[in-house]
């Protein structure tokens, strides 16, 4: 099973609005990703948590907040987004955070600020 | 820091002709390149991958390339179908998050 599951599908906030973003994955993969991606763009990175502590942290604002519960779960905390935050946010997944692995991509959340 | 360029960003090609995407990396220690196809609204899904230990990979109608001495892989659709219509996104990695290239919109013609 390859799979990575993400709830919800569909996201539309106010930017006064919290809410919250839920990966899941039970392929014993130790490495989990958040990327945003905009139209006509490639996924841009924005966190990498390996065996459950965060590895890396693109710059991102602190207006996104991840959390990693444990192994099989990811969250991404959103408050007070701007309408330019709007965009499929993709969780993926590896088996490490280092070396050839494959990384498999759930379908996202669209999400929409408005 | 691995950087990963992609051609061209547009390609047509009529059904049943053969189409192939190619991209460049810069780290000459990147040892794992996959190809991901991302139809409209979906999420990006690994069609096919290389490691730097192969020089060719095949699976159907799909291959990858890859020349390491010139820091290069492609990618090859045999026979195309109008399925393959997609956007295909290369990207390459060592020790690092995957690295992409900015991707490639293929339209197949029937």
């Known amino acids: 099973d390859t799979e990575v599951t993400q709830t919800p599908k569909h996201l539309v906030m106010g930017m006064t609005n919290k809410k919250s973003l839920k990966c899941e994955q039970h392929?014993?993969?130790?490495?989990m990703y958040w990327y945003k991606q905009k139209a006509k763009k490639p996924p841009e990175l924005m966190f990498v948590?390996?065996?459950?502590?965060?590895?890396i942290n693109e710059s991102v604002p602190s207006r996104f907040s991840p959390e990693c519960p444990n192994s099989s779960l990811l969250n991404l905390h959103l408050h007070a987004l701007q309408p330019e935050d709007s965009a499929l946010y993709l969780c993926?997944?590896?088996?490490?955070?280092?070396?050839?692995?494959?990384?498999?991509f759930g379908p996202g959340t669209r999400l929409t600020v408005t | 820091g691995e950087n990963v360029e992609q051609h061209p960003s547009t390609l047509s090609v009529q059904e049943g002709d053969s189409a192939v995407i190619k991209c460049t990396y810069s780290d000459s220690a990147s040892n794992y390149f996959p190809w991901y196809k991302q139809e409209l609204g979906k999420r990006p899904q690994l069609i096919i991958d290389?490691?730097?230990?192969?020089g060719e990979k095949k699976d159907q109608r799909i291959a990858v390339t890859l020349n390491k001495t010139a820091k290069h892989f492609s990618l090859h659709i045999t026979e195309t179908q109008p399925e393959d219509s997609a956007v295909y996104f290369c990207?390459?990695?060592?020790?690092?998050?995957?690295?992409f290239g900015k991707g490639t919109r293929l339209s197949v013609i029937a």
């Open positions: 948590y390996s065996y459950e502590k965060l590895s």
């Open positions: 993926a997944s590896s088996q490490g955070g280092r070396g050839p692995y494959e990384q498999y």
């Open positions: 290389i490691r730097s230990n192969v």
């Open positions: 990207a390459a990695r060592r020790d690092t998050p995957l690295v």
């Open positions: 392929m014993g993969h130790r490495a």
